[in-house]
């Protein structure tokens, strides 16, 4: 168990660039989850997937992001046209769902997105 | 919507002190709540959750916390601070009618532990 890592760790870029994050969750952990984390805030839930599939999306998801998760392995999270406003901590967790209660979710390290 | 509200963003206590961090949820049904602690460059690490069976939830590093419905609190105590335990923790809510599938977060309280 090598826990969840994420890359890069830190990210600056200018308004108007697209960016990607990776996402490696623990293997054989079949949801993983991504948040954002803004400075003095807690972490806001962006998005889910249990294996392949995108079960949830809030609605700070705006429609410059996007999430895939293929084969239910890795996650990426892409950034378009990015603005000063998305400049944060992303985190990825994941979790194994067997259908019992408040499966734990293990946290990856995050990447720091700046956006100049 | 459920949500949490962690009273007081920042807390001080002496090494060896009770430390006390608030924690008040609002959910129109029986949440299950979470504890997490964050240390500088590291992600987020669980201490402990409740999950509707005992209301009084030990975790690691000696903390613990207790559900109580009538005060739709979920504070988190450790009887004797030590110095590791400066960190920012958060609580956090989940509805259980549709599983586990995101956390609503409190703001966060930064945890100071003074020599």
């Known amino acids: 168990d090598t826990g969840v890592s994420q890359n890069p760790r ?3 870029t200018k308004r108007g660039q697209n960016v ?3 996402c ?3 293997s054989e952990h079949n949801r993983l989850y991504w948040y954002r984390q803004t400075l ?5 839930f962006l998005t889910y997937f249990q294996n392949e599939a995108q079960l949830e999306k809030s609605r700070l998801l705006s429609d410059r992001f996007s999430a895939e998760r293929p084969k239910g392995s890795f ?3 892409e950034i378009q046209r990015t603005e000063q406003g998305d400049s944060a901590m992303y985190l990825c967790a994941s979790s194994l769902y067997a259908g019992g209660p408040a499966d734990t979710q293990y946290f990856g390290p995050g990447t720091r997105l700046t956006v100049l | 919507a459920q949500s949490v509200t962690q009273l007081g963003s920042h807390v001080s206590v002496s090494e060896g002190a009770l430390v006390l961090l608030r924690c008040n949820y609002s959910s129109s049904v029986p949440p299950y709540l979470f504890w997490y602690v964050q240390y500088p460059n590291q992600g987020l690490q669980l201490l402990l959750k409740y999950t509707s069976a005992a209301t009084l939830v030990k975790g ?12 739709t609190s979920f504070h988190l105590t ?7 335990d400066a960190a920012e923790y958060f609580c956090a809510v989940s509805d259980p009618n549709f599983g586990n ?10 945890l100071t532990i003074i020599p």
């Open chain 1, 75 to 77: 996650s990426t999270l």
């Open chain 1, 24 to 26: 490696d969750p623990i």
């Open chain 1, 10 to 12: 830190h990210k600056i």
């Open chain 2, 78 to 84: 450790k009887p004797s601070a030590h110095m590791s």
């Open chain 2, 101 to 110: 599938e995101k956390l609503t977060f409190g703001t966060g309280t930064r």
């Open chain 1, 40 to 44: 003095g805030q807690g972490p806001e």
């Open chain 1, 20 to 22: 990607t994050f990776r």
């Open chain 2, 60 to 71: 690691i590093n000696g903390f613990e916390a207790e559900f109580k419905k009538s005060e």
